[in-house]
């Protein structure tokens, strides 16, 4: 619960532009690659959007983010664990993939339709949308797989030795894979609404060197 009043209370900041409202839906870092394969041109431009995941703009995201995760489980250990022993999840591989697929096929598939899709543009709700799956997900899967649903929350818990860094594949490839099912999905329904440019007095957009 404390996820969605997160997400819900963010959603409200006031005066943000369409780049810091996009910013803060790449928390996750799959939220990079299926902004890009869902054709979010739509809003910032084809060039622009491969540009940010392939260039400087997507390792900075996902750099940000993986370094995020690191500083945070490091500091669960120094300040908050109070000596207390932890023992290492062992996922069934399985049921483990299953479900992190699943769950994370339903948060991308979320974030894409509350945050990004041109029906729900200006929406007041995807942030507890994204935050109630997010906990919906962790209530039902989080004992047979850690409930990770993004690679860095992955590497956060295999610092903390809540799962084994043999497992960690198991996070990526099962995230990865269920983030572009995701985006290819939300593409076929909701194909780009406008196929060809439309003309304008504006010069034509181009990659700043």
């Known amino acids: 619960m404390l996820i969605c009043l997160a ?12 780049e810091q409202v996009h910013s803060r839906i790449h928390w996750n870092i799959l939220s990079r690659p299926d902004d890009w394969l869902h054709g979010n041109w739509r809003r910032r431009g084809r060039h622009r959007a ?9 390792d900075g995201f996902r750099g940000a983010q993986l370094a995020g995760a690191a500083v945070a489980a490091m500091i669960v250990i120094k300040f908050l664990r109070a000596g207390a022993a932890v023992t ?7 049921p483990a993939l299953l479900a992190e697929f ?5 948060l991308v598939y979320v974030v894409l339709n509350a ?12 942030g507890l ?7 919906t997900g962790a209530f039902a899967v989080g004992d047979i797989s850690g409930g990770a649903f993004n690679p860095a929350v992955a590497l956060g818990i ?5 799962s084994s860094w043999g497992n960690i594949w198991i996070y990526l490839l099962a995230d990865f894979a269920a983030a572009v ?17 439309i003309a304008t007095d504006e010069p034509p957009y181009e990659t700043p060197r």
């Not at 491969?50 to 997507?58: F, I, K, N, T």
């Not at 290492?88 to 399985?94: E, F, K, L, N, R």
């Not at 699943?102 to 339903?106: E, G, Y």
């Open 88 to 94: 290492p999840i062992s996922p069934h591989v399985g």
């Open 50 to 58: 491969a540009r940010d995941w392939g260039g400087a703009h997507g």
């Open 158 to 162: 295999c610092i903390l030795g809540i």
């Open 181 to 197: 099912v995701a985006a290819v999905i939300f593409q076929l329904i909701n194909p780009p609404m406008q196929s060809t440019p």
């Open 102 to 106: 699943l769950f994370t096929f339903a």
């Open 129 to 135: 949308a994204i935050g109630m799956t997010v906990m």
């Open 7 to 18: 997400f819900s209370k963010l959603n409200r900041l006031p005066n943000l532009s369409y």
């Open 115 to 126: 945050a990004t899709a041109e029906g729900t543009s200006g929406n007041s709700f995807y």
